[in-house]
């Protein structure tokens, strides 16, 4: 399996795990909820769906409200597949969750990790939180170095490219800090004292008074959800 088909399985079984979906829904979801997912298109979608049933993760169930009922015959056209996930579905999720090794937090595989972190145990975060921040310093380390020793033979508008990267790597460090101060402090995403999960809203990806990636400012609390 990719990395990439990983991900896409991981998201999946979270948001069937919030609630039975069709496929449309599905994708929707994926590309509004989880905006590393907007290249996905039903040709990936679909396969993936496909996978997970027979893996004994989803099952399938006939679309049950009355749209559906009525629209299919008159398209001439199935009614909407339901996913829903299974006990074993469930379980493989909250596996996949508690992993904390590299791969939870390179870049194609942080965003959709940190968008179910309401759903994840506070060690756990930590955990995913240093490793990234871990990893991010490194890559700051390297394109410092890099520009030190290419500075002079560069243009400026390459220079200014460099250094827009920098910056950006720099805030997403700085917000990473913010977010591990936070946990330690045992505060979850709305700003409360809790010891459980924190209770983030899935539709953004972040929710309450804690910067998103690259915003140096702190977001308005009423995040607008999807529907």
């Given at each position: 399996?990719?990395?990439?088909?990983?991900?896409?399985?991981?998201?999946?079984?979270?948001?069937?795990?919030?609630?039975?979906?069709?496929?449309?829904?599905?994708?929707?979801?994926?590309?509004?909820?989880?905006?590393?997912?907007?290249?996905?298109?039903?040709?990936?979608?679909?396969?993936?769906?496909?996978?997970?049933?027979?893996?004994?993760?989803?099952?399938?169930?006939?679309?049950?409200?009355?749209?559906?009922?009525?629209?299919?015959?008159?398209?001439?056209?199935?009614?909407?597949?339901?996913?829903?996930?299974?006990?074993?579905?469930?379980?493989?999720?909250?596996?996949?969750?508690?992993q904390t090794g590299p791969d939870a937090y390179e870049d194609e595989t942080f965003a959709a990790r940190f968008a179910f972190f309401g759903q994840t145990s506070?060690?756990?975060?930590?955990?995913?939180?240093?490793?990234?921040?871990?990893?991010?310093?490194?890559?700051?380390?390297?394109?410092?170095?890099?520009?030190?020793?290419?500075?002079?033979?560069?243009?400026?508008?390459?220079?200014?490219?460099?250094?827009?990267?920098?910056?950006?790597?720099?805030?997403?460090?700085?917000?990473?800090?913010?977010?591990?101060?936070?946990?330690?402090?045992?505060?979850?995403?709305?700003?409360?004292?809790?010891?459980?999960?924190?209770?983030?809203?899935?539709?953004?990806?972040?929710?309450?008074?804690?910067?998103?990636?690259?915003?140096?400012?702190?977001?308005?609390?009423?995040?607008?959800?999807?529907?």
């Amino acid at each position: 399996m990719s990395r990439r088909s990983g991900i896409l399985e991981f998201a999946v079984l979270g948001l069937l795990r919030e609630s039975p979906m069709h496929g449309y829904e599905l994708r929707k979801r994926l590309n509004t909820s989880l905006g590393v997912f907007r290249a996905f298109s039903y040709g990936t979608l679909y396969p993936c769906l496909k996978t997970l049933v027979t893996n004994g993760w989803l099952i399938e169930e006939p679309g049950n409200t009355s749209e559906d009922a009525l629209a299919a015959p008159l398209a001439g056209r199935r009614a909407k597949i339901v996913y829903r996930l299974t006990p074993e579905g469930k379980e493989h999720f909250e596996q996949l969750l508690a992993q904390t090794g590299p791969d939870a937090y390179e870049d194609e595989t942080f965003a959709a990790r940190f968008a179910f972190f309401g759903q994840t145990s506070r060690d756990v975060r930590m955990r995913v939180l240093e490793g990234r921040r871990s990893r991010l310093e490194e890559r700051l380390e390297k394109m410092r170095a890099s520009l030190t020793r290419t500075r002079e033979r560069l243009d400026d508008y390459t220079l200014e490219l460099q250094r827009h990267g920098m910056e950006s790597v720099e805030r997403e460090v700085r917000w990473l800090n913010e977010l591990i101060e936070s946990e330690r402090a045992g505060r979850d995403l709305r700003g409360s004292a809790t010891g459980g999960p924190a209770q983030q809203d899935t539709t953004t990806g972040a929710s309450g008074d804690l910067p998103r990636p690259g915003d140096t400012s702190r977001p308005d609390s009423s995040d607008d959800t999807a529907t």
